[in-house]
């Protein structure tokens, strides 16, 4: 008896075979033979064009990353965009564990397909470092494999927004851990400013929270080398501090000594430095005039207009300047 052959063990790194939706290329049954009577041609021409029609429907539905797709793990770059989120509460991770290892994957990670065989990730990071940890914990097999829907985003912004998106329903993000997202993605040029990243990224949100998150922009960019818990900075702090940084040209340098110095080794420690230094900062002047929205005050002459106040952030100036181009 002849020997089986034995069948090497898949290359991880090898591209996913996908079924083809070219028509015809399903299997299918054989073509009708020469003198079949009408009915069995027909039939079977039938079966043809009904597998090719599924084929198509897979094909389409692949395409636009309507179709769900099961990946091994370790294909899955959970480095491929910059991630939100800063912090990963352990409570919910321990609670997102147990309920995949009880029911299995509900909901699909987002991928994008990458030259080298891999995926991307767009959305769906503690799903897959769930996995990881699930694996790792028991070695069975059902844990290396993800759910997937493989989408086509036409530009890097539009991965970006997908993410964004899912975490905005999923998970309460800080207003730091946003602002940051929106100043990186302004300096790897994802958008062209932060106005536009927070524009593009934030747009069903409100416009005070949009105009919240451009004021954490600026604790990011003045502090966030010195900040290790910038995503348990409070709200009513970080907008403190935003204002008192725009009214204080001094205060960045002298937080960041505060923050370099005292090396805080918790989140509270360092919100305890930056509400010591602010204690400190001489009170930013009231803006006078009349406050026409949250931070930002109209003050009007005989032949001058005036808008100041911290409210006025990068987005709002622009908005600001394309609203008196279009009346010119």
């Not at 940084?245 to 937080?255: C, E, I, M, V, Y």
């Not at 026409?292 to 109209?298: K, N």
């Amino acid at each position: 008896m002849a020997k089986r052959k034995r069948l090497s063990p898949a290359d991880p790194d090898a591209p996913i075979q996908y079924l083809s939706s070219r028509p015809g290329s399903m299997p299918g049954p054989e073509r009708p033979r020469a003198g079949a009577p009408i009915a069995e041609v027909a039939g079977e021409s039938a079966a043809r064009a009904a597998l090719d029609a599924i084929a198509a429907e897979l094909g389409d539905a692949r395409a636009s990353g309507r179709l769900i797709q099961s990946v091994p793990v370790i294909r899955i770059a959970d480095d491929h965009l910059i991630r939100d989120r800063m912090v990963v509460d352990e409570e919910e991770m321990r609670a997102l564990v147990e309920s995949l290892r009880a029911r299995g994957q509900q909901t699909p990670i987002e991928v994008v397909a990458l030259r080298s065989g891999r995926f991307g990730l767009i959305s769906g990071w503690r799903r897959v470092a769930a996995l990881k940890r699930l694996h790792e914990e028991t070695g069975e097999e059902r844990f290396t494999h993800v759910d997937a829907l493989v989408r086509e985003p036409e530009s890097a912004a539009e991965a970006y927004l997908g993410m964004v998106e899912e975490n905005e329903i999923r998970a309460g993000l800080s207003f730091y851990e946003r602002a940051r997202l929106a100043s990186e993605a302004a300096r790897i040029e994802v958008f062209p400013d932060v106005g536009a990243a927070i524009a593009g990224l934030y747009a069903r949100a409100s416009a005070s929270k949009r105009s919240k998150i451009a004021s954490f922009v600026a604790l990011h960019d003045r502090l966030g080398e010195q900040l290790r818990f910038g995503a348990a900075i409070p709200e009513k702090l970080g907008l403190a501090l935003a204002g008192a940084l725009q009214s204080d040209p001094t205060l960045a340098g002298r937080l960041r000594d505060a923050l370099r110095n005292r090396d805080a080794q918790d989140a509270a420690q360092e919100r305890d430095t930056l509400e010591r230094a602010l204690r400190k900062a001489p009170a930013p002047k009231a803006p006078r005039g009349e406050e026409l929205a949250p931070g930002i005050f109209l003050q009007s002459g005989r032949d001058r207009v005036t808008l100041a106040g911290p409210g006025l952030d990068a987005e709002t100036r622009a908005a600001l300047r394309d609203w008196l181009a279009a009346r010119a």
